[in-house]
């Protein structure tokens, strides 16, 4: 997990850094496909958001998630990276 999403709170890093560590573990059992990982991150996102923390649609929130499941998801598995465009 990232140290640091740049959320308001030390549990808005949590609870996002938790979100995302989920779907990078559901990418690699096969849960989650190229095509539809954009769907899952905007879906993950309205979680967090839904949690209390709405400030992960800020910019650096989004590129933080961005980077994260870039180099743990799409690198590894050779997908076209992501950008932050969704």
């Known amino acids: 997990m990232a140290d640091d999403y740049e959320m308001y709170t030390e549990e808005g890093n949590r609870v996002l850094g938790a979100a995302v ?10 849960e989650v496909l190229a095509t539809g990982l954009m769907a899952e991150i905007v879906e993950m996102l309205k979680g967090v958001e839904a949690s209390g923390h709405g400030e992960c649609y800020d910019t650096e929130p989004e590129w933080a998630v961005v980077d994260q499941v870039n180099e743990r998801v799409c690198v590894p598995m050779r997908w076209m990276p992501i950008t932050r465009d969704f």
């Not at 560590?21 to 096969?30: I, S």
Request: glycine share 10%; proline share 0%.
């Open 21 to 30: 560590d989920a779907l990078v573990l559901r990418a690699q059992a096969g």
